[in-house]
């Protein structure tokens, strides 16, 4: 299963950007979808997830400020970035992330299997 993300970018604090992340060889709809993200010398974190029910769930640090969204009819997965601080700087990746019983998603990965990502700088 592979994925493609875009949509990054350099924005200054404060700024906005919308990622999108689309399945290149299956299709997305059934499937919960997680964005990660990985800064320079540190380990890759989650950032939110969407289940294939449509619920969302989202770090601390990103709440109120990030939303992920889904378009099953165009196969891609979307997070909206707003109010982003310079600690947001990474680079984006979606991938499977596991379900619960409560048609929830969980941030953790199914796998560790990565697409390119998309760069995100956010510096004035």
């Known amino acids: 299963l592979q994925f493609v993300e875009s949509g990054g970018g350099l924005v200054q604090p404060g700024g906005s950007l919308r990622l999108s992340c689309v399945a290149t060889e299956f299709t997305l709809d059934g499937y919960h979808i997680g964005w990660f993200r990985q800064a320079p010398g540190k380990e890759r974190e989650a950032v939110s997830c969407?289940?294939?029910?449509?619920?969302?769930t989202y770090v601390d640090s990103v709440k109120g400020r990030f939303t992920v969204s889904r378009d099953n009819s165009k196969n891609m997965v979307f997070l909206e970035m707003n109010s982003l601080k310079p600690e947001d700087t990474a680079t984006y990746y979606c991938?499977?992330?596991?379900?619960?019983?409560?048609?929830?998603?969980?941030?953790?990965?199914?796998?560790?299997?990565w697409g390119p990502g998309t760069q995100v700088t956010v510096s004035s």
């Open positions: 969407i289940s294939h029910f449509g619920y969302t």
């Open positions: 991938t499977l992330v596991p379900g619960t019983p409560q048609q929830m998603c969980r941030l953790i990965p199914v796998d560790d299997v």
